[in-house]
């Protein structure tokens, strides 16, 4: 990998800014001031530093966010916040995507990375991948629309779903249910509910695979993946 580059996608700084540093010989790969930034460096071998400073390379990012209300989850939005604005500089500049999107007033657990390979698996209908949401239903939820969620129900647009599990925890004037699906339809759990003539009013997603949400994170906070959580999802690419 080009040195320059390198600088550059750890956020080091611009092209321009990296340029100069490397004029200004606050540069080093192993231990030896360097000004040209085209020079090839192997970042699991090589030494680098700017100002003293160990470069650690990282090629991905994971970072779960407990996503607020209000935001869309997309990278870039002309009239709204998106969740990447809620990112510092030191992690935007992975130029991390949401891995499935949740709506604009859906709150829980977003999955941030620029591992397009590993956002694949996780979202592809063909992987089954469970999606777990914890939802406040207005209007009685009863055991015939828990049978219908397992049968599939047929959405407005003639679409028939695939099964899902749906658990009641509290049946009444408003309801409260956990939902497990395994695809990822436009505003698919609020439509499926709209099915049997209820609706949703609080939605908020709890688990994507074997990745839950962090309960100490509040709402609108992230961090990166654990150990375990990151060998989870690096598994799924193998």
Do not use: W
């Given at each position: ?74 990278t ?5 916040k ?16 949401p ?5 604009k ?24 991948i ?27 647009d ?23 699906i395994?695809?990822?339809k436009?505003?698919?759990v ?18 994507m ?22 060998y ?7």
């Open positions: 990998m080009r040195l320059d580059k390198l600088l550059a996608n750890m956020g080091v700084g611009s092209r321009k800014e990296v340029k100069s540093l490397l004029k200004k010989k606050q540069v080093t790969v192993n231990h030896s001031i360097t000004k040209d930034g085209s020079i090839h460096v192997d970042p699991n071998v090589d030494l680098v530093k700017v100002n003293n400073s160990v470069i650690h390379y990282q090629k991905y990012t994971y970072i779960m966010m407990n996503k607020p209300p209000g935001y869309i989850s997309a870039e939005d002309k009239k709204d998106t969740v990447i604005d809620l990112l510092p500089d030191h992690l935007r500049h992975f130029k991390p995507f891995v499935g999107r949740l709506d007033d859906t709150e829980g657990l977003l999955l941030l990375t620029n591992d397009g390979e590993l956002a694949h698996q996780l979202t592809s209908p063909k992987k089954d469970e999606k777990k949401y914890y939802a406040k239903i207005k209007g009685r939820v009863t055991h015939t629309d828990v049978e219908n969620f397992l049968s599939g129900v047929t959405l407005d003639g679409y028939h779903t695939k099964p899902a599990k749906l658990d009641i925890i509290k049946s009444g004037h408003i309801s409260e249910v956990e939902i497990i395994t695809e990822g436009y505003h698919q609020k439509r499926m509910f709209e099915s049997v003539n209820k609706k949703v009013i609080y939605l908020q997603r709890m688990e695979g074997e990745l839950s949400l962090d309960t100490s994170l509040a709402v609108g906070a992230f961090r990166e993946l654990n150990h375990a959580e990151l989870y999802c690096l598994s799924l690419k193998k």
